[in-house]
């Protein structure tokens, strides 16, 4: 119980220095913009310093063509079905499904004949998705 | 439409580098280690380079600490509600709300009286959480 109490202590540490920016809670909703990606598929895009999050919604039958990237991915889908490509490997990803993409590996995605929902992560900061957001 | 197609060819562009790592496919219940973060608090990680998501179930009634850390943060809510307190703002934050999380901005998450499911992604990866996975 005491190495429990200890280590919560060591992982909830108290600030040693200031904040560089402050706090943002958001409604991804309706308090982020929108951007096309591909006929259909839409992300809505929270941009940090080291963090971009990239909300994306697939319209049915829609593509994210295959890619790849300097910046890291985290991958996580949220809602529906979606076919992975990454590396030479194909998964049907649903909710409860992650991957981790580093940078510069090949990967594609597409929506089956249901919608889906899915969180992107990228850090940096992924550079073409920022330039489409300095477009709008 | 040639406007849109050629903004696709950019977002979606091909790889000009090799990749450092193979992407990874994971089942987070099933694939992920699981570590205890405070009582009623625990987290499943996925640790890249420049990024560590962190899945988060809340039992009933649990907190994490007010705390705060170098690591740039995204917090996202998937299910349940949770009480975050960021920079002084207090807010119920539900599936669809999100915040971020610069550097050494203090905050503190409750849950309520139904457990709630959450992901935090952090860059870098969080070192607290790193030690925490490398005791296991």
Known sequence: MLARILAGMQYFGEATEKPIAPGRMVNI????????????????????????????????????????????????????ELEMTLGGEV???????????PAWVEHTVRSLSSPAYQIDVFSPPRKALLERLAEL
């Open 29 to 80: 909703d309706t308090d982020l913009p929108e951007v096309e990606l591909a006929p259909g598929v839409r992300s809505r895009p929270l941009v940090g310093e080291n963090l971009l999050a990239s909300f994306v919604r697939y319209q049915p039958n829609s593509v994210a063509p295959m890619h790849a990237h300097q910046e890291e991915q985290v991958f996580i889908v949220l809602e529906g």
């Open 91 to 101: 998964r049907l990803m649903k909710a409860g499904d992650a991957a981790l993409i």
